[in-house]
């Protein structure tokens, strides 16, 4: 992702927890937080040290980012969300875990389904 689609100073990642709603499966919580007059969605990832070394966290974290690249033209412009990973999720592949991504933002209703082609 680029990086004008990245959640990055502390400051916009505790507006998102604090004041955003937050909707979760077994492997992803999702936090969501409406900013209108924006031109694209922006991100936070977060992948704690309980899911495993550096090695695995960040393979998580690309899986992440190569749903969330896929995903782009379905997900709804005027927001910001933070994506946290939980340990189950290491157990996953990339198809599941985008699946998993695809479950959580439809529980949130940042995401048309309708134009998805499930890969």
């Known amino acids: 992702m680029k990086k004008e689609y990245r959640v990055k100073s502390e400051k916009d990642f505790q507006r998102v927890f604090h004041e955003g ?3 979760a499966n077994r492997q ?3 936090y969501v937080y409406p900013k209108k007059n924006q031109s ?3 991100v936070g990832l977060s992948v ?3 899911i495993g070394n550096a090695v ?3 393979q998580i974290k690309r899986y992440l980012r190569q749903g969330l690249l896929e995903l782009k033209n379905s997900i709804h ?3 910001d ?3 946290i990973a939980r340990p189950d999720i290491k157990e996953k592949n990339m198809i599941q875990i985008k699946k998993s991504m695809i479950h959580v933002m439809n529980l949130a209703r940042i995401i048309d389904v309708g134009g998805l082609d499930e890969k």
Do not use: A, M, Q
């Open 81 to 83: 969300f933070i994506l």
């Open 28 to 30: 992803l919580v999702l």
């Open 56 to 58: 695995e966290r960040n």
């Open 77 to 79: 412009p005027d927001i």
């Open 40 to 42: 694209h969605f922006r």
């Open 21 to 23: 709603k937050s909707v």
């Open 48 to 50: 704690g040290k309980k």
